[in-house]
């Protein structure tokens, strides 16, 4: 997770001194995924394997599919 965080991170930090607008951007919007997906991890070390599991299954799971989800329909809209 920590090295796709860091494209997004990168590229916004690049446009954050240029751009007032980089709360809208992409990379904007899909940090913040990662991010908040990385805070229920960091909340999760202290559980047990299968409360583990199903607090993944609760909490991060949908913010995959959310994830996933956002880049697709974004699929075309932005230069690789």
């Given at each position: 997770r920590s090295h796709t965080r860091r494209g997004f991170a990168d590229v916004v930090k690049a446009a954050g001194k240029?751009?007032?607008?980089?709360?809208?951007s992409i990379a904007?919007?899909?940090l913040?995924?990662?991010?908040?997906?990385?805070?229920?991890?960091?909340?999760f070390i202290k559980l047990e394997p299968v409360?583990?599991?199903?607090?993944h299954i609760h909490h991060v799971l949908p913010l995959?599919?959310?994830f996933f989800a956002y880049l697709k329909?974004?699929?075309g809209s932005v230069a690789p």
């Open positions: 240029k751009d007032l607008n980089i709360r809208e904007y919007k899909i913040q995924l990662i991010q908040t997906m990385s805070r229920y991890e960091e909340e409360e583990r599991l199903a607090a995959v599919d959310v329909s974004k699929e």
